[in-house]
């Protein structure tokens, strides 16, 4: 438990600092003359920094561990933030949200992988502990910026240096733990059985039905994240620092919907939650592009309380499909999600900047009509039933 709470607070702390860049979008529009489109390419470039090199990430590390990884990967998200800080131009906010992509890219699959390690079996809810560290951190975020840099500036970002400095002295002290207590056990005690329960062609589905539900909730998840603060000024003529507390609304139900998610899948079943998760949602997000002020902060409450819920159950359910190859599992859900946020906001930001911001709700609210595809995922319990497991031919040899 004290190693999942480490990780977890470093969570907190590294999607704090990642949190701050879409909440300064307004200051950084303002400063800079920036449009739409020019706000999602910013997105796009950290999404896509943090995405690409994940399953990488994990693949070299389900074979070759590399303990201290997570401090080194900190040290990038303190230079992009730094950088950000004290950026004077366009080109150089995009290399400093590249650092801090970079960083989240070691940073994730890596911490996924110590979260699982520490779970005592208990994974469905160690990966929610673990998840909603970020979340609460991705919900403070905004609302410490809306109070230290809004006000005073882009160079106040750097005070949150601090917060990656003490990620880093969690996290060196979390990795000693790894190198001392689980990697000098060897590697026979440490390895991970790569029999499946389920048949070749049925992980190849999940995964491809997984990797469509990661889509359709981190596409729908990017209108908000990046987009809502507009959204509501321009919608209902809220101040910068009003749009500012209604994110964090919405970001704090996402921080706790992601707790729940786990724990209760460990007890009923993870296709049962991500079920309710996706595809429940779906009346909430069609009606809020049509609510008033008070519904809409409502709305988006629900909205993140349900929708958040689904992504522990997805990676806990995508590790158990493919045995043996956590990290490059979390690295594969973890930078697609990254991935598809980034991607995402791009597009959104290209309709907003042609249709209006009101536009982009009224499309993305369909989106999580593609939660009907869980309906191919095989049933847990029932495989689980099965009295002789089936060992998959995966190409990649399990560490």
């Excluded at 590249?98 to 699982?116: D, K, N, Q």
């Excluded at 009606?287 to 349900?306: D, K, Q, R, Y």
């Excluded at 009224?362 to 099965?386: C, D, H, M, V, W």
């Amino acid at each position: 438990m004290p190693v999942l709470v480490a990780l977890s607070f470093s969570h907190m702390l590294n999607d704090l600092i990642q949190s701050l860049l879409p909440a300064v979008y307004p200051m950084l529009k303002a400063g800079y003359h920036l449009t739409f489109a020019q706000i999602g390419v910013i997105t796009l470039t950290y999404q896509l920094a943090a995405s690409l090199l994940q399953p990488f990430v994990g693949l070299f590390t389900d074979k070759k561990p590399l303990p201290y990884s997570l401090p080194v990967g900190m040290f990038s998200t303190l230079a992009g933030l730094i950088t950000i800080a004290y950026a004077t131009s366009f080109p150089v906010i995009l290399m400093g949200a590249g650092l801090i992509g970079i960083g989240s890219s070691i940073f994730h699959p890596e911490s996924s992988r110590m979260a699982r390690t520490a779970a005592g079996g208990r994974h469905g809810f160690a990966q929610s502990f673990f998840q909603i560290g970020g979340n609460a951190g991705s919900a403070i975020g905004p609302l410490l910026a809306a109070f230290i840099v809004l006000p005073y500036g882009q160079t106040n970002m750097a005070w949150f240096s601090l917060a990656a400095l003490i990620a880093i002295i969690v996290l060196s002290m979390v990795s000693k733990w790894y190198k001392k207590f689980h990697l000098s056990k060897g590697r026979a005690k440490r390895k991970e059985a790569s029999a499946s329960l389920y048949t070749r062609k049925q992980v190849i589905v999940s995964i491809t039905v997984l990797l469509l539900l990661i889509f359709s909730k981190y596409f729908y998840m990017s209108s908000l994240t990046s987009y809502y603060t507009f959204y509501l000024i321009n919608k209902f003529q809220v101040s910068v620092q009003n749009a500012q507390l209604l994110l964090f609304l919405f970001l704090a139900a996402v921080a706790v919907g992601t707790y729940f998610g786990g724990p209760i899948g460990d007890k009923v079943g993870r296709k049962y939650v991500i079920w309710v998760s996706i595809l429940g949602v779906l009346p909430f997000t069609l009606i809020m592009p049509h609510a008033n002020l008070l519904w809409t902060a409502v709305l988006s409450v629900i909205i993140g309380l349900i929708l958040a819920s689904a992504f522990s159950a997805i990676i806990v359910y995508a590790q158990e499909l493919v045995p043996g190859h956590t990290g490059l599992v979390a690295g594969l859900f973890f930078g697609f999600a990254f991935g598809m946020g980034g991607l995402g906001a791009a597009v959104f930001g290209n309709i907003a900047d042609h249709q209006g911001i009101d536009y982009v709700y009224s499309i993305a609210s369909y989106l999580p009509a593609l939660g009907i595809l869980t309906i191919f995922l095989p049933n847990e319990k029932r495989a689980k039933s099965q009295p002789t497991p089936v060992t998959l031919p995966l190409p990649i040899k399990a560490e």
